[in-house]
């Protein structure tokens, strides 16, 4: 049933908010990410093979610890966007948002009217009927978050118009599209991708607009925090999993010497 989106409540307000990338399609995992601490997850239906089942199912297992579920969308994907938010979603990520008109589909898809005309239906968010329809459909539009990931030059040079037409409630930035974009791929220190991810913060800054970056060492995270950023996306499960995997075997290789 639909909840309280606390991940907007403290954009709205002055607290911070940490999140995790989630690939592999495992409540368990989920359930131990929201155990862990974390405020949201982004779960991702772009890159990892995801059925809708499965994905109601991981929303359910973020609900079950508190965990705010977001979900990576598919790019140009209205009906994508649709069945996210019906399975539970509290909002979603679009990638590679290049113009307003990017943002205008989304919004469209995500929104019920009169912000936009996301198709009717009752379910699991409102309860089965538990909440009234009418009720249902202005909660869902103040809970619902549109998420635009800018991973792309053209997002970048774009930035002004497409947040100047609203509704947009998140940035999130994508250094690692970015540096392919260009030109640079893999390269997320890069002086071409560093100036980028600048320039989108500052856009952000000026237009009232809440960035979320991706700190990729503590010292980025102080960086960005210095800045004023207050949301964070600190990696994704599967690489978290693999370090730890590698440095428990050759901590015990290493006492085993």
């Known amino acids: ?44 239906s772009e890159h990892a093979l995801v059925d809708p089942q499965q994905l109601e199912n991981l929303i359910r297992a973020a609900e079950a610890v508190d965990l705010v579920p977001f979900v990576r969308v598919p790019e140009a994907d209205p ?7 019906d399975a539970g979603a509290l909002g979603v990520v679009v990638p ?12 469209r ?35 619902t978050m549109v998420i635009a990931m800018i991973e792309d030059a053209e997002g970048v040079e774009d930035l002004p118009s497409i947040l100047a037409g609203g509704g947009v409630d998140l940035v999130l930035e994508g250094a690692a599209d970015l540096s392919q974009s260009y030109g640079v791929p893999w390269q997320t220190r890069h002086p071409l991708v560093e100036d980028a991810l600048a320039r989108v913060h500052a856009e952000c800054e000026a237009r009232g607009v809440p960035f979320c970056a991706i700190p990729r060492t503590p010292e980025d995270h ?25 440095a ?10």
């Open 79 to 85: 009906g994508a966007i649709l069945r996210a938010l």
């Open 1 to 44: 049933m639909l909840r309280t989106n606390t991940v907007k409540q403290r954009l709205a307000g002055t607290g911070e908010s940490h999140g995790l990338f989630c690939s592999i399609p495992s409540p368990a995992l989920v359930e131990m990410i929201g155990c862990a601490g974390y405020d949201f997850v982004i779960l991702d």
């Open 248 to 257: 428990h075997l050759d901590l015990h290789r290493e006492n085993h010497e």
């Open 96 to 107: 590679h948002v290049r113009c307003r008109a990017d943002v205008d589909a989304a919004i």
């Open 109 to 143: 898809a995500a929104r019920y009217a009169p912000e936009g005309m996301r198709s009717l239906n009752g379910g699991r968010v409102p309860g089965f009927g538990r909440i009234e329809l009418t009720e249902y459909v202005r909660r869902a539009n103040a809970e």
């Open 222 to 246: 102080r960086v960005w925090r210095a800045a004023g950023v207050r949301t964070f996306v600190l990696g994704e499960e599967r690489g978290l999993a693999a370090r730890a995997l590698r």
